[in-house]
């Protein structure tokens, strides 16, 4: 039922109303208004404070709250300022993130590390607004790009600048930027340029990429614009008249500089590109991109505490919920299973018992007979022996009284002999 | 200007401050509006109503397309939900519109059950992006939305007021969905009867406790339109594709012989009014407020019952990784558990049964030993009977000795011939001594 079934093609025959779907959007989109976080990373002294004024064309850094770079610093800060901005009836909250200290220091190892930091609190903060029970309105904090301020060296990428852009680039989107760049020749910028990105290849850096579009014109634009990176800048806060239009510059004995004079520098391309066509794309990128990198990343070591790798990593489309209900139901398939064998075992050991004691029942059983058997044997034996001897016996004795009888007979026979004899006697005396 | 919902959250401490030129942010809208029209818009409607009250007719009016189906049964055995999805395209506007279809709704004699294939339907797709969203790898941006945004309850032309089967459905859904109730065949109810009907149903609704879907006055731009239609509910519905020829225009209507009705026409039904309000003024609103309403509510539940919960405000600050943490321990913990009763379990078991077999064995001894003690006495018994027997045959010889002792004598003073006997007296004896 949740998986969609074939989607069909429909032809709309008149009027619907839906193409009104964008400007209903768009209300939403006012009503709510906009927020937008924008860090700056630079050793100090890089204009980085005069670049944000000049971009947002308001004091955001004046006498009553001085920029970072007025404050001396002995470690890297991270300090946040919030504005609310309005215009054309659009309200932006703009989060102005800035790191005092960067860079400065003697020993610069690890001064990256409060950046790192920073980003990612801000992405634990969302991750735990929007894994709460009960959730409001997250606000959004995260930081949308990185504006990092490269010396106009001339040179190419210094190692911190390298080391920076290495650790931050899978965090947050990294826009490159020349700063200062009045102090170099359109050569030497060209020059400058072409080493940098040579070295951000070479390195394998990813900076923010402008997204393809379908829109050919677009293309073309934004093919431009990749041509030109990074960026090389020149801010300012004051405002010059030149040939009689006021604008802002720096003023030089040998002329002036102008912000935004697209031959001077490519502060406008930034400008258009930061803040008029692309701010939006840069938040989605840090959306859908940084920020999932850091959940997935978050999610998964507290997930598979300890577990191993290689079952983590066919695992990470399911939700630790889904997880855990698998993991329980494995582990009941494989209780079911040791219960299974353990049963087995148990009525084999059972059978093996039984079978032994009827086995030595049987045996019993048969000496049982067999002693039986014995015994009636010999009983007869003793019966016929009995038999005989009484059959002995008997005749024996029928015999004797015979003897007897003859005995007697023979006793009285020789009584009457001797009688007859003793008579004989007698009668011949006579 | 009025304070944006992102001032408000950002709070009192926030200074504005004047922008000195344009800077061009205003743009930001039509930044997201391209962002929008690009990835492509996605709503789905649920219409549910009893068979035969023009449910997808009316899906075909307001999109102005023929979408599937044909006409249903009365005879289904219970209530399922149908589901097509269309890619529509309006001017540079792609939408892909799902319409989900109670079909079978009110036409078996016991109908209790009937709401419960719906709230499901509504439930599974809520917890298809629950699951998307924990999940640990998640691609939410391309997700296709598969959540109700509107639920269009057609209410039968009875003229009377809503069936108790009305009102049962819509309070198990008002709490899930935007429910946006309409009369349907609104043709079939005179003007008179309509307005009385439509009192009928809202104050029905009110005192059941119905929350249906107000059109949203917050906005300025629209408040007053949104306003005013809102008191035009339920919008009384007439749906067509035929079209008739009225005056030189080709309209969308239902020709009868009194007249015909006209679909847009606003005098004769609502039907511009809920094209206006669900399409082209609030369907942005709709999703919206199946988003971060009726989601919300439903993870809320889901969570809770699985025993998450935010901790309290004076203890640590919520913290996903503990909870996970605490959860897996906690069920690890019960697994091994079980595991080890289990093989308690078993050792018992084997106790048990090792005793039984024992007991068995030991009863086996016993009764040999018994038959064994009786073949015993058996034998003893036969033993004094040939012992009697041999004292017997020796008494008998040893009488058999004397008499023929006797004998021999007697024949010794006869003569030779006892001599013979005594001398075979004497072999037999020492025959009979050996």
């Known amino acids: 039922i949740t998986a969609f079934s074939k989607i069909q093609q429909k032809n709309l025959e008149g009027y619907v109303g839906f193409a009104n779907l964008p400007n209903q959007v768009y209300r939403k989109s006012v009503k709510r208004g906009f927020e937008f976080t924008l860090m700056v990373v630079g050793e100090s002294g890089l204009g980085k404070s005069t670049l944000i004024n000049s971009l947002f064309l308001t004091d955001l850094y004046s006498s009553e709250y001085p920029g970072p770079s007025h404050r001396i610093k002995k470690t890297v800060q991270v300090e946040q300022s919030k504005v609310l901005v309005k215009e054309g009836g659009v309200q932006l909250l703009l989060t102005i993130v800035d790191t005092p200290g960067f860079g400065d220091a003697v020993d610069n190892s690890n001064c990256w590390q409060p950046v790192i930091d920073h980003i990612d609190s801000k992405f634990e903060d969302y991750l735990n607004s929007e894994s709460r029970v009960n959730r409001r309105q997250m606000p959004d904090n995260r930081v949308h790009c990185c504006l990092y301020f490269i010396a106009p060296s001339g040179h190419g990428l210094k190692p911190l600048d390298i080391e920076f852009m290495k650790r931050l680039h899978e965090k947050v989107n990294i826009i490159p930027l020349i700063a200062k760049a009045d102090t170099m020749t359109p050569e030497e910028c060209q020059q400058f340029k072409k080493q940098i990105m040579r070295e951000i290849q070479e390195h394998k850096i990813k900076i923010y990429e402008f997204p393809e579009t379908d829109d050919e014109e677009e293309n073309k634009l934004v093919k431009k614009i990749k041509d030109r990176l990074p960026l090389a800048v020149v801010g300012s806060n004051t405002i010059i008249e030149v040939n009689g239009k006021r604008v802002r510059g720096r003023q030089y004995p040998w002329g002036v500089a102008e912000v935004e004079n697209g031959d001077h520098c490519d502060f406008t391309i930034l400008r258009n590109m930061l803040i008029r066509t692309h701010m939006q794309d840069l938040k989605d990128v840090t959306n859908n991109v940084h920020y999932e990198n850091y959940r997935s990343r978050k999610l998964a070591a507290v997930t598979y505490n300890g577990a191993d790798n290689n079952k983590s990593k066919g695992q990470l489309t399911k939700s630790p919920l889904a997880q855990m209900e698998e993991e329980r139901r494995e582990h009941m398939a494989k209780m079911k299973k040791m219960e299974m064998e353990m049963e087995q075992v148990f009525e084999m050991k059972v059978k093996e018992k039984l079978q032994k004691l009827k086995d030595s029942e049987a045996e019993l059983q048969r000496r049982h007979e067999q002693m039986k058997k014995n015994l009636e044997a010999q009983h007869k034996e003793l019966e016929e022996k009995r038999r005989q001897f009484e059959e002995e016996k008997v005749s024996w004795e029928a015999q004797q009284h015979l003897l007897e009888q003859q005995k007697l007979d023979a006793s009285r026979y020789t009584l009457v002999h001797t009688i007859a004899l003793t008579l004989a006697l007698l009668l011949l005396l006579d | ?434």
């Not at chain 2, 029209?37 to 068979?51: A, D, K, P, Q, S």
Request: aromatic share 6%; proline share 3%.
């Open chain 2, 1 to 434: 200007m009025a304070a944006t919902e992102i001032a408000r959250q950002a709070g009192e401490g926030v200074r504005a401050v004047p922008l000195s030129g344009h800077v061009g942010f205003d743009s930001m809208p039509d930044q997201l509006v391209n962002k929008s029209v690009n990835h492509g818009f996605c709503f789905n409607i649920l219409c549910v109503g009893e068979t035969g009250l023009g449910k997808s007719t009316l899906m075909d009016t307001l999109f102005n397309t023929k979408f599937e189906g044909e006409p249903t049964q009365h005879n289904q055995p219970g209530v399922q939900l149908k589901s097509n999805t269309y890619e529509l395209q309006e001017s540079n506007v792609r939408l892909k519109l799902t319409i989900v279809n109670t079909v079978g709704f009110g036409d078996q004699i016991n109908k209790e059950d009937s709401y419960k294939p719906i709230v499901e339907f509504i439930d599974t797709h809520f917890e298809a992006y629950l699951q998307e969203e924990l999940k640990i790898k998640r691609t939410l941006h391309s997700y296709h939305d598969s959540r109700i945004h509107a639920c269009l309850y057609f209410i039968a032309p009875t003229g009377h007021s809503l069936k108790s089967l009305d009102l049962v459905t819509m309070k198990k859904l008002d709490s899930k969905v935007n429910i946006i109730p309409i009369i349907a065949k609104s043709d079939a109810i005179s003007k008179s009867e309509l307005a009385k009907f439509k009192i009928k149903i809202t104050s029905e609704l009110v005192s059941n406790g119905v929350q249906i879907y107000q059109f949203p006055t917050d906005d300025e731009t629209v408040a007053e339109i949104n306003s005013t239609m809102n008191g035009h509910l339920p919008f009384a519905v007439v749906g067509s594709t035929e079209e008739v020829k009225i005056g030189n225009k080709m309209v969308k209507a239902r020709q009868y012989p009194w007249g015909t009705v006209q679909v847009e026409n606003e005098n004769h039904c609502d039907f511009v009014k809920l094209r206006e309000m669900l399409i082209r003024v609030n369907m942005e609103d709709l999703r919206e407020q199946t988003h971060t309403r009726h989601y919300e509510l439903y993870r809320r539940c889901k969570l809770e019952e699985m025993g998450f919960k935010d901790t309290d405000p004076d203890s640590k600050p919520f913290s996903l990784q503990e909870t996970y943490e605490a959860k897996r321990n906690e069920f690890m913990g019960e697994l091994q558990k079980k595991e080890e009763e289990m093989r308690q379990m078993f050792v018992q078991r084997v106790k048990e049964k090792e005793a039984e077999l024992k007991e068995a064995e030991k009863e086996l001894h016993e009764k040999f030993d018994r038959l064994k003690k009786l073949h015993q006495d058996e034998k003893k018994k036969l033993e004094d009977k040939k012992k009697a027997l041999d004292d017997e045959q020796n008494i008998f010889k040893q009488k058999k000795t004397a008499a023929e002792l006797l004998q021999s004598q007697a024949q010794q003073a006869g003569g030779s011939t006892t001599l013979k006997r005594d001398k075979e007296r004497k072999k037999n004896d020492g025959c009979d001594q050996s």
